[in-house]
């Protein structure tokens, strides 16, 4: 049985008199690559968010392995890598002195390899001495990928990562979640793109106004259209 | 120690970026200057005893300028969600505040660098180098420190950067007093004895602003 | 469920109007007029009691802004509010009455004795952890920003006390009287002992008020909490 490296137990977040997540809980595993999906609204990025320590819940608890975040969220950091809707980077920065920046942070041993190993990764090379800002949203996008590989995370949340990339690059982050779904971290993402999300994940979580309607194995449906049915149900029902 | 690379890494950061554009550094000069040209004829300064009146222009000057500073120096980390990328890695809150707290520092120094001998030559004043420089340090010291915390919580409130004098300013008054007493006791070539008083509130003030700012940091910072 | 008032809060309430009643008897009826100064004098006993008010409010700004980045408990936020809402309005009585006070005897609205000017700085820190409680109003992390700047701002006031005396040329120890800061006139029997009765008037008042405040807070956090529970 592979290790929970993430484990949610009946979180709750509240903006005001506004649920924004009621009750959640589940798990991921070592090697288990699961896709969040749901309409707009549905609580997505807040559950990311407060796993990945930006925010904070209101009730519930959330295990890092064995780590729990509210006590020792420092401890917890090291291990988790974070793509979100920003991007993270200092535009006035060379992509090389965005991660050199942010590989100190993480405290990192010799750091000019290390930035080398991720940029290959992902292909930006060519670019590392070149100003972020000057940089297409696609290849800021990867350079946000590189830096949440730098310090070899053992959990990777990713907040609707597909977005702006093009198709190579979009096939590119597919290798990359393999690859470390292969290593044995645990992989939590959203996303809208139902068909690339599915073709990848081993489990599916369907959200809806801040509860987990749906996890889904990757048995439960036989194909898009299957799922899509699945998805279709969950967003009519009025609840 | 891994504390103090953490904080040397952001006040690199810091510097490389600012140095990059220089932005905040050339609207922080030019509008210090600015404020020493309008006080001129604001006040009339010419036939005025300088070394009296002149302490409370050069100080308006720094802070009002140095608010500018420290006001952009959140909001552009707020722009791309770098303060977030930050915030997400193992760094010791203490340690981001240090190192902010010191870049911002760095930055009004050098506008200080630039503003006082500009304020020597258009008002026909001497400077005491020593020991003016090391009060005006001194000042900026707690000044920043001050500044870069109450930054933080401005650059979270509805009305942002425009919070920031208004909260800035009132807990800064004891310190700008001292600042502008030495300053002008310094001009005016008095004995030490004379303002030592106002040098030991200056000592007060930044040691006890300082560890309090380091120790709130992260609740404001946090969210 | 809380109610809006109970026995305790009502005996305070019966209390503060005994106090009050008094005071105002004392000072218009009681306390002789003063030689030097005529009937405007009397005005310094609500001064006085309108300063203690505000002090004694910021310092409880003090204790429950530590208080709660401590525990993170919402009641020393309440606290935190309530007696800064209270007290910026004592504050602004005391610099007001001040002003009155200090025209017929010095000439002049205002001066920048110690005092006076202490208390415009503390006034100033007032409004500026108001407007900031206004402005971050719908973020989440308010309260810890207010708490952190309520430290900032009570810590200040020792240091402006000695500030605001050295600036005058006054010895800057904290509980040494100034010369402007003695009475100039001489004060009766029966004067002390009004001028006595209306601080603690104007104290009773201020905890009266805390108490009610704090539970309007509390009562509206209980509305939310309603709420909220309806809508999960």
């Known amino acids: 049985?592979?290790?929970?490296?993430?484990?949610?137990?009946?979180?709750?977040?509240?903006?005001?008199?506004?649920?924004?997540?009621?009750?959640?809980?589940?798990?991921?595993?070592?090697?288990?690559?699961?896709?969040?999906?749901?309409?707009?609204?549905?609580?997505?990025?807040?559950?990311?968010?407060?796993?990945?320590?930006?925010?904070?819940?209101?009730?519930?608890?959330?295990?890092?392995?064995?780590?729990?975040?509210?006590?020792?969220?420092?401890?917890?950091?090291?291990?988790?890598?974070?793509?979100?809707?920003?991007?993270?980077?200092?535009?006035?920065?060379?992509?090389?002195?965005?991660?050199?920046?942010?590989?100190?942070?993480?405290?990192?041993?010799?750091?000019?390899?290390?930035?080398?190993?991720?940029?290959?990764?992902?292909?930006?090379?060519?670019?590392?001495?070149?100003?972020?800002?000057?940089?297409?949203?696609?290849?800021?996008?990867?350079?946000?990928?590189?830096?949440?590989?730098?310090?070899?995370?053992?959990?990777?949340?990713?907040?609707?990562?597909?977005?702006?990339?093009?198709?190579?690059?979009?096939?590119?982050?597919?290798?990359?979640?393999?690859?470390?779904?292969?290593?044995?971290?645990?992989?939590?993402?959203?996303?809208?793109?139902?068909e690339r999300g599915l073709a990848i994940c081993d489990r599916a979580i369907i959200m809806k106004a801040g509860r987990i309607v749906h996890d889904l194995p990757r048995g439960a449906w036989q194909n898009l259209a299957g799922f899509m049915q699945i998805y279709a149900r969950v967003l009519e029902n009025p609840t | 120690m891994k504390f103090l690379r953490q904080v040397y890494a952001i006040v690199q950061k810091d510097l490389a970026a600012e140095l990059r554009t220089k932005e905040n550094l050339s609207a922080m000069l030019v509008f210090s200057l600015l404020v020493l040209v309008i006080f001129n004829f604001a006040f009339e300064l010419q036939g005025v005893d300088i070394t009296v009146l002149g302490s409370g222009v050069l100080w308006v000057a720094f802070t009002f300028s140095g608010i500018l500073g420290l006001g952009r120096s959140f909001a552009a980390e707020k722009d791309k969600g770098s303060l977030e990328g930050v915030l997400l890695s193992p760094v010791d809150r203490g340690a981001m505040f240090l190192g902010k707290a010191i870049s911002n520092w760095l930055f009004i120094t050098v506008m200080e660098a630039v503003t006082l001998p500009l304020f020597a030559v258009l008002n026909n004043v001497a400077i005491p180098w020593f020991p003016l420089v090391p009060y005006i340090v001194m000042g900026t010291i707690g000044f920043a420190a001050m500044g870069t915390l109450l930054s933080a919580v401005a650059s979270s409130t509805k009305m942002r950067e425009v919070m920031l004098p208004i909260l800035l300013f009132p807990v800064s008054i004891p310190l700008l007093m001292a600042a502008v007493k030495l300053t002008s006791g310094a001009l005016q070539g008095r004995e030490f004895a004379d303002i030592s008083n106002w040098f030991n509130i200056l000592i007060v003030y930044d040691v006890i602003f300082l560890v309090v700012a380091f120790w709130t940091f992260e609740y404001v910072v946090e969210e | 469920m809380l109610r809006t008032s109970d026995r305790w809060l009502d005996l305070l309430g019966l209390a503060t109007l005994i106090l009050i009643v008094s005071g105002l008897y004392m000072a218009f009826m009681y306390a002789q007029t003063e030689v030097n100064m005529g009937l405007v004098y009397r005005i310094f006993f609500f001064h006085f009691g309108s300063i203690a008010a505000g002090m004694v409010a910021v310092l409880v700004v003090g204790i429950a802004s530590i208080g709660y980045l401590r525990t993170g408990a919402r009641a020393w936020d309440r606290v935190a509010e309530a007696s800064a809402e209270i007290g910026v309005v004592f504050s602004t009585i005391g610099l007001i009455t001040g002003s009155i006070w200090a025209r017929p005897i010095w000439g002049a609205w205002w001066t920048w004795d110690p005092r006076l000017t202490t208390f415009l700085i503390m006034w100033l820190i007032y409004i500026a952890y108001l407007m900031l409680r206004a402005s971050a109003r719908d973020d989440p992390r308010v309260a810890r920003f207010a708490a952190v700047f309520g430290i900032v701002g009570v810590i200040n006031i020792p240091i402006v006390i000695m500030s605001a005396r050295i600036w005058r040329g006054i010895s800057p120890v904290l509980f040494q009287q100034t010369a402007e800061q003695q009475f100039t006139f001489g004060l009766t029997p029966e004067m002390f002992q009004t001028l006595v009765v209306c601080i603690v008037a104007h104290l009773v008042l201020f905890a009266w008020l805390l108490a009610h405040r704090t539970r309007l807070e509390a009562l509206r956090d209980e509305l939310v909490a309603l709420r909220r529970a309806r809508a999960r």
């Open chain 1, 1 to 194: 049985m592979s290790e929970a490296l993430i484990t949610v137990e009946k979180l709750d977040k509240i903006f005001g008199a506004r649920w924004a997540l009621r009750s959640v809980s589940f798990t991921v595993h070592q090697g288990e690559i699961v896709a969040l999906v749901g309409p707009n609204g549905a609580g997505k990025t807040t559950l990311l968010r407060i796993i990945g320590t930006l925010s904070r819940a209101n009730a519930g608890r959330i295990h890092i392995g064995k780590i729990p975040i509210a006590e020792h969220a420092n401890s917890a950091r090291a291990a988790i890598g974070f793509v979100g809707h920003q991007t993270f980077m200092y535009d006035d920065l060379t992509a090389w002195e965005n991660l050199n920046f942010y590989a100190r942070l993480y405290d990192l041993p010799n750091i000019p390899r290390r930035i080398h190993e991720v940029a290959g990764r992902v292909g930006i090379e060519p670019r590392l001495n070149d100003v972020t800002r000057t940089l297409s949203r696609g290849l800021q996008q990867r350079l946000t990928i590189a830096r949440m590989l730098l310090h070899n995370p053992a959990v990777l949340l990713l907040d609707e990562p597909y977005t702006g990339l093009d198709q190579v690059a979009a096939d590119l982050l597919d290798q990359i979640m393999a690859e470390a779904k292969h290593e044995g971290r645990a992989i939590l993402f959203s996303t809208h793109d139902l």
